[in-house]
Nanobody, 113 residues
Framework: QVHLVESGGGLVQAGESLRLSCATS??????VDWYRQAPGKQRELVAG???????NYADSVKGRFTISRDNAKNTVYLQMNSLKSEDTAVYYC?????????WGQGTQVTVSS
């Protein structure tokens, strides 16, 4: 069983930055992704990182968010800059190992305008 623990969420003003962390209990993965879900909306992919280091981003966050990892700490980060009110959501970390998918519990990000 793989465990994921997100942290780093909070309340910030528009234009400010936050860095989310996803601590994993394994360093073996196919992909690690950040998703978010705003009230009344479907969960959406924000950023993804493959085991080979390839990254991808939703159009809405390109140029503002950066996904990265620290292998020594088994942690994946989401650096979020120039935050907007529409970034307000619960952010989830998802890890995929082949056909198996694991989710964290989520961390709330609230951006006030």
């Amino acid at each position: 069983q793989v465990h994921l623990v997100e942290s780093g969420g909070g309340l910030v003003q528009a234009g400010e930055s936050l860095r989310l962390s996803c601590a994993t209990s394994t360093r073996i993965f196919s992909t690690v992704d950040w998703y978010r879900q705003a009230p009344g909306k479907q969960r959406e992919l924000v950023a993804g990182l493959s085991s080979g280091g390839t990254t991808n981003y939703a159009d809405s966050v390109k140029g503002r968010f950066t996904i990265s990892r620290d292998n020594a700490k088994n942690t994946v980060y989401l650096q979020m800059n120039s935050l907007k009110s529409e970034d307000t959501a619960v952010y989830y970390c998802r890890l995929r190992q082949g056909a198996r998918v694991y989710w964290g519990q989520g961390t709330q990000v609230t951006v006030s305008s």
